[in-house]
């Protein structure tokens, strides 16, 4: 049975081709979201460009249909505009004046008339109210990854025969000569390309090896020994990280890394950027350039006085800090001379070794030869993750890192969030190293180590 989908206007911001999703099914727009749009349509940024965008295509199918009526979709089903239902009475407490509750009125008339009404909202205060009023609403899932503890994490521990590990790091092993535990049975172990696997001996657990499925076999780990800017791994996850950073842009143009704070993500990330810039007798890239999907340069601080790097420089604050502990390893001198150590780290962006930006003038452009580090990733929307992973150009390395148990975004959450989603639709590429880092994992101190274990 078909099923009637009523949009909220939150949906098309955040993902203008939306109204392709609901394969042959009804779509009423509510004449408040047009609105809505056509406020939104001058605005800066994602935002303006995604309304911009959901509007031209609106266009499309008035051409070619009656949106009053029923315009036709490719998939099969319709798309009309509603204008505000009259007589329909809302709960007390909710004015009419508000957008959400036009679109509330329009869902409980449709209802009312028969037939299975559904409202599609990324905003969970608007699916609560449809739920007191007894409709029917759900997110929108089209672009939703799995639950967080069944994402891909890109690592795994396997089992293999105790004479299997002696020729490992010259020969490797192929997928068939380890097996995975499950339950205390044993189950053949199905790798994707670049996933890091733990190889433990049926013999002792105690004895391990790290190696990583290179799409044919599983290899030993390549840069063991390395200690990129001075900085040496402390535990299995960072080797697994410091693997997937070292490698070249040719080999892992694309580096997603997820995990609690205090994992060293952010930190480890710009050590390796550091070694391949200022201490690598060829510059692999040309900069450093790190930038946060929460750095809106629009009106919100476009008028504060400066340069954009003095704008953005609040936002990039946990750059900064780990820069300082980079450039001068010693902790119980680091800080003595504050002004000597502002010093090297002004000289860093002086020297064009690094740089910052806001997210929204990486849009558009082809960014060549660079380290390119996207911050606090899970704060994008799955379209901005694919604006910013198609943005790469040759020899540019890009790496996107995140907690997705951390989001800002009013309208993300830990499945909808574009650093998972764009971890999932990448699972399994010969471009793409990927890992997930454990609580148990965190080094920043042992008071963070402690609450990102509890809390």
Do not use: W
Request: hydrophobic share 40%.
């Amino acid at each position: 049975m078909k099923k009637v989908y009523v949009l909220d206007t939150n949906v098309m911001i955040q993902s203008p081709l939306a109204l392709l999703s609901f394969e042959d099914n009804d779509i009423v727009l509510p004449i408040v979201c047009l609105e809505e749009l056509d406020r939104l349509k001058g605005d800066d940024g994602e935002r303006g460009a995604n309304a911009r965008e959901c509007i031209r295509f609106l266009e499309k199918l008035r051409v070619s249909g009656n949106l009053l009526e029923g315009a036709p979709l490719p998939g099969g089903g319709t798309l009309r505009v509603e204008a505000n239902c009259t007589g329909v009475e809302l709960p007390e407490g909710l004015p009419e004046s508000k957008s959400d509750n036009r679109i509330l009125k329009i869902c409980r008339a449709l209802a009312d008339r028969g037939g299975r009404v559904v409202l599609v909202s990324k905003d969970i205060i608007v699916r609560l109210k449809a739920q007191m009023m007894g409709l029917a609403a759900e997110d929108f899932t089209t672009e939703q990854s799995p639950k967080l503890a069944e994402q891909y994490t890109g690592r795994a521990s396997v089992y293999t025969a105790d004479e299997n590990m002696q020729g490992f790091k010259k020969k490797g092993l192929p997928p068939e000569a380890v097996y995975i535990l499950r339950g205390g049975e044993r189950e053949p172990f199905f790798p994707v390309a670049n996933q890091f696997v733990i190889i433990r001996s049926e013999l002792s657990e105690k004895k391990t090896l790290l190696g990583r499925f290179n799409g044919e076999k599983i290899v030993a780990l390549d840069s063991l020994k390395k200690e990129p800017f001075g900085v040496k791994p402390k535990n299995v996850g960072q080797r697994f990280m410091q693997e997937a950073l070292m490698q070249s842009a040719a080999a892992a143009p694309l580096v997603i890394i997820k995990g609690p704070a205090g994992t060293a993500k952010t930190f480890y990330s710009l050590a390796v950027g550091l070694e391949k810039i200022v201490n690598a007798q060829e510059r692999e890239y040309r900069r450093i350039l790190v930038t946060r999907p929460n750095v809106q340069f629009d009106a919100d601080i476009g008028f504060l006085p400066g340069s954009e790097q003095e704008k953005i420089a609040p936002f990039l604050r946990p750059v900064i800090d780990n820069l300082e502990a980079l450039v001068d390893r010693d902790e119980n001198e680091r800080y003595r001379d504050e002004f000597e150590l502002s010093g090297k780290i002004d000289e860093l962006f002086e020297r064009g070794y690094i740089s910052t930006e806001a997210l929204n003038f990486v849009r558009g452009r082809t960014i060549t030869k660079t380290y390119l580090i996207i911050d606090e990733a899970q704060n994008l929307t799955p379209k901005q993750a694919k604006g910013v992973i198609t943005r790469a150009g040759r020899g540019t390395k890009l790496i996107l890192l995140g907690d997705p148990e951390q989001i800002d975004h009013p309208f993300l959450d830990e499945r909808t969030n574009g650093l998972s989603y764009a971890s999932e639709k990448m699972k399994g590429s010969p471009l793409c190293f990927q890992l997930t880092m454990e609580p148990g994992e965190c080094e920043r101190s042992p008071l963070a180590s402690d609450a990102a274990a509890r809390m």
